[in-house]
């Protein structure tokens, strides 16, 4: 069976829910795409902050799409993570309870709705680069779902970047509030691709699995090379002052991240990690009824069938 396994991940095919697979290969991919699952659900959050304030009936309607796709990917993939036989009821109870990873990104506050396009720009863009290659990915469940859930980034990392741009070629403090919030995301957006390689424990292991194609670094690096000519475009700039090309490289260097920031924000202390987990326990509660009526439903249809 193991031989079987490896000689398909070896010749690039796809592990399927009903094929063997190694029992630490299901659980680093239940790790996985929980993760990513609870990330696009409290990803909402941030961006759902701007949907009553939006500028514009136009930009309302667009938000309220992105969001709503969130809300989809998160669906999807909690879908994806039941094919390897988890409870989805079980995955939810351990992010309510705290107990539960999601990307660090979504801990911060969106102050202004500039913030509404560095998130498009930066945290869809790291995303893009981060999920791409997982269409790749050797579990098949996942691999696809990360196909429609990257077109759908796409549109919302341009709807981002076009915000930005707006604001950046208007009045004086329209531009300098843009800038603000590229500051401000900007460092957080690049710890979003995981710790540096050599601290990175589960990478070597995805990696001979076809789970991960890339290092988080390999990830990183081509993130920053990404931003530095569309930042141009944009008029702005990164706050990196270390930022600069490397001809040897063929990349651009870049300055050291603050990865003091990025645990402390892991451990539950970034600066909106209690009011993120706070707002989904309430949003639960308030669905409780949803819940109770869909079970009634059922079990009322189900009586109907059986007469
Ligand atoms: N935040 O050994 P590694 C989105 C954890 S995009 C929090 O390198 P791995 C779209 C990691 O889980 C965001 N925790 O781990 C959107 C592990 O913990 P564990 C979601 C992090 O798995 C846009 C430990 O550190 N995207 O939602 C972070 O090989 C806009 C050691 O790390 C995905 O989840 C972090 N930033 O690599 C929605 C993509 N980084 O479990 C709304 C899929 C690391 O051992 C608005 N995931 N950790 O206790 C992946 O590609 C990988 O899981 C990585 C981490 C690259 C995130």
């Known amino acids: 069976m193991q031989a079987r396994f490896d ?10 829910p009903r094929d063997w697979m190694p029992e630490a290969y299901r659980k680093t991919l239940v790790r996985q795409i929980s993760q990513h699952a609870h990330s696009e659900i409290i990803g909402m959050q941030p961006e759902g902050n701007w949907i009553t304030r939006a500028p514009s009936l136009k930009r309302k309607s667009i938000l309220m799409a992105k969001v709503q796709d969130e809300a989809g990917h998160g ?12 409870d989805r009821q079980d995955l939810t109870e351990q992010l309510l309870a705290g107990k539960a990873k999601y990307s660090s990104i979504f801990n911060y506050p969106t102050p ?9 720009w930066l945290v869809d863009g790291a995303a893009i680069c981060n999920q791409v290659p997982l269409c790749r990915a050797s ?9 429609r859930v990257c077109k759908e980034e796409s549109f919302h990392q341009r709807q981002g970047f076009e915000i930005l741009y707006e ?11 843009a800038q603000e919030a590229v500051d ?10 995981g710790p540096p390689d050599a601290d990175s424990p589960n990478s070597a292991q995805s990696m001979q699995w076809k789970i991960k194609r890339f290092s988080n670094d390999e990830l990183r690096q081509r993130f ?23 001809p040897d490289r063929g990349h651009y260097d870049f300055g050291e991240i603050d990865w003091t920031e990025f645990h402390q924000v892991l451990k ?7 009011q993120r987990i706070a707002h989904r326990r309430k949003a639960h509660q308030d669905g409780d009824w949803v819940r109770e009526a869909a079970v009634a439903h059922a079990a009322k249809k189900a009586a109907r069938t059986k007469q």
């Open 75 to 86: 669906l999807y993939l909690y879908s994806a993570a039941e094919t390897l036989g988890v």
């Open 224 to 246: 920053v090379d990404m931003c530095v000519p569309q930042v141009e475009v944009l008029g702005l700039t990164l706050p990196d002052p270390e930022l600069s090309w490397n």
């Open 139 to 147: 579990y098949g469940p996942y691999a696809r779902a990360m196909v």
């Open 184 to 193: 401000r995301w900007y460092w957080p957006s690049l710890m979003m691709f």
């Open 268 to 274: 539950g202390n970034g600066p909106c990690n209690a």
């Open 167 to 177: 604001l950046a070629h208007g009045t004086e403090a329209q531009k300098k509030m």
């Open 7 to 16: 000689a398909t991940v070896a010749a690039e095919q796809r592990i399927e």
């Open 112 to 120: 202004t709705w500039a913030d509404i396009g560095a998130i498009g």
